[in-house]
């Protein structure tokens, strides 16, 4: 039947000249494409013309600005005779020396600013660091030397105190000049490259064209074929029509379900067979690609394996009982017959199929009837385990619901909640005399904002939790270890008095100054933490005070210079005065409230 739905769809497109017009087609598309490969070709190739044209306009015209700025920074007006003049100040001590060395070292500053402004690779960048930082030498000398020249200091002393002489912008101003002869280097690489790519494209203009003429003739020789083959079709159509007249007379009228296939593919089925599995035609059973998708998954493995046994002719014979599902997706029961043929020359399989699914299921009444106690004890037994794991299931949901509610998600800390309820429960603890001491520890990351603006929120969220981890670490397990928000932190430290506080404040400073964050690219960034701590002796005092009191002390550490603990007056039984306070850490000095006090 295949071998004649194929003849006749090849015999209809002999007539009416389809083939010729597929080849005059096929014949458009080619030189269609011919066409269109040539001008994609041409535009990428005016397209590579102009870029390179536009890179060279824009890079000659920043060229000529670093050549003219660099021309006046080692001209006499530039570095070169900075030294001299401020020598020469210092042996004339005329005021009016000094007001041109000032003014030319503004003129200096704005023609650093100028060529900072053009574009610059690293190492340029790097130069003009080095030629701003010897500009900002140059105007501390001057003003040292001013003011000595003030004080009638005499001349020897003056340069013995600052020297005159540096080498610091020669270097940088050679180092400026080896970097742009480098990026010169560089870019007229780029632009080589570029002509080089313009060209590349020239010439597979050259390679394209033969191409798609080859590609024509080719579908010329295909349309060729393809007609000798519709003719050749045209012949055998009459036989194929005879075979199909035969066939359909023998099986068309058959009661039982006939399926050939090979692999499960469908190869052939009769009416019957469509009408035992729904479908509505013979044709519509074809588009089934597999036979065993109309199996129950239970039996798909032993039909293979039967049926792979049958088709290479190791059975001859085979009868069994298979469970299926037809197109609407009911169970049917089929009794299956099978021996191996041959179909179009290749092994396949033939299936008579009957259709018992009234049988099987006055015996699965029966089966089932016999079961039902059994089946009844089983589910009682099944009831009682799934009870018993649900209980299980509810304590273990409820001890993780209590965790997620005390604890940060993205760090794992506590949170704030956390924090006022541990607070509460240790200032009563601190009232009734239950613990020694309470102190109170405040922590802020410092610079946070610009490490997330510059490196991204995934690299601050491993800073947060770097830090956290670091914190627990060297904490007690008894002390509480929050997250209020942001980059900002807290401990409770319960039965531990200001001094001990202080102590476990640098550590948690220095193990933060220790800390390395990986950034992308392999590199590292190092954190620091300004840090606020108090001892709590009057519990009747709301948590929120003592807060506020640590706060301010860490406002105190992050305006001194971040980096350090500040240690502030507690809150006393008496008026609630400040008794005193210190700050450790580099360059520390005490807050404003101790400086008061003390």
């Known amino acids: 039947m295949e071998r004649l739905e194929r003849g006749r769809f090849m015999a209809a497109t002999t007539k ?73 100040y210092v042996r004339t001590r005329d005021p009016v020396t000094a007001t041109t060395i000032e003014r030319r070292l503004e003129t200096l500053h704005a023609l650093v600013a100028r060529y900072g402004a053009l574009r610059l690779n690293d190492e340029e960048r790097f130069a003009l660091r080095a030629l701003s930082a010897a500009l900002s030498q140059y105007q501390d000398k001057l003003g040292v030397v001013r003011h000595m020249i003030e004080r009638n200091i005499p001349q020897a002393m003056i340069a013995d105190v600052v020297p005159l002489q540096g080498a610091n912008a020669p270097m940088a101003l050679d180092l400026l000049r080896e970097s742009w002869t480098n990026a010169d280097t560089a870019q007229r690489t780029q632009l080589s490259d570029a002509m080089a790519r313009v060209r590349l494209l020239t010439r597979s203009t050259l390679l394209v064209v033969p191409v798609l003429i080859l590609a024509a003739l080719m579908v010329g020789w295909l349309a060729w074929r393809y007609i000798t083959i519709s003719r050749e079709a045209e012949r055998r159509r009459e036989d194929m029509r005879r075979s199909e007249a035969l066939y359909r007379d023998l099986v068309d009228g058959s009661l039982q379900g006939l399926l050939i296939h090979a692999d499960f593919k469908l190869l052939f089925v009769n009416p019957a067979f469509a009408r035992m599995f729904g479908f509505a035609s013979m044709s519509d059973a074809l588009t089934v690609s597999s036979f065993l998708e109309l199996v129950e998954p239970t039996d798909r493995a032993d039909l293979e394996l039967v049926h792979s046994r049958i088709a290479v002719g190791a059975i001859h014979t085979w009868t069994g009982r298979v469970h299926c599902r037809n197109r609407r997706g009911d169970s049917i029961w089929v009794e299956e017959m099978a021996r191996p043929i041959q179909w179009n020359g290749r092994p396949a399989v033939q299936m008579t199929l009957l259709d018992v699914t009234d049988r099987v299921a006055h015996e699965d009444d029966l089966e089932m009837e016999r079961s039902l106690t059994e089946q009844q004890a ?221």
């Not at 807290?490 to 102590?503: C, M, W």
Request: charged share 25%; net charge negative.
């Open 378 to 598: 089983q589910e009682v037994v099944a009831l009682a385990e799934e009870l018993d794991a649900a209980l299980q299931l509810a304590e273990e949901q409820k001890s993780q619901l209590h965790r997620l509610s005390i604890a940060d998600p993205l760090t794992g800390a506590f949170n704030r909640r956390h924090l006022f309820d541990c607070a509460r429960q240790e200032l009563a603890r601190l009232d009734r005399g239950s613990v020694r001491a309470l102190s109170v520890i405040m922590m802020d990351l410092d610079h946070f904002k610009v490490l997330n603006d510059t490196h991204g929120h995934a690299v601050g969220d491993h800073a947060l939790r770097a830090f956290t981890v670091a914190s627990t670490e060297t904490l007690r397990e008894n002390d509480v270890f929050a997250r209020l928000g942001g980059e900002e932190f807290a401990a409770l430290l319960p039965g531990t008095g200001l001094d001990e506080a202080r102590v476990v404040a640098e550590r948690l400073r220095e193990r933060t100054a220790d800390l390395r964050i990986a950034l992308p690219g392999g590199k590292q960034i190092g954190l620091t933490v300004s840090l606020g701590v108090m001892e709590v002796v009057d519990p009747t005092h709301s948590f929120d005070a003592i807060l506020s009191r640590v706060d301010a002390a860490l406002y105190d550490s992050k305006r001194d210079g971040r980096n350090r603990v500040t240690v502030v007056p507690h809150i006393g039984h008496d008026d609630g005065h400040d008794h005193g306070a210190g700050a450790t850490g580099p360059g520390t000095r005490p807050t404003p409230a101790a400086a008061a006090n003390s």
């Open 16 to 88: 009416g000249g389809t083939p010729f017009r597929i080849l005059v087609a096929a014949s458009l598309i080619v030189l269609t494409m011919t066409v269109g490969g040539l001008m994609l070709v041409t535009s990428m190739a005016d397209y590579a013309a102009k870029r390179t044209e536009a890179t060279w306009a824009d890079y000659a015209l920043n060229v000529r600005g670093k050549i003219a700025l660099l021309t006046l920074l080692e001209g006499d007006t530039g570095f070169t005779d900075l030294p001299n003049d401020l020598a020469a």
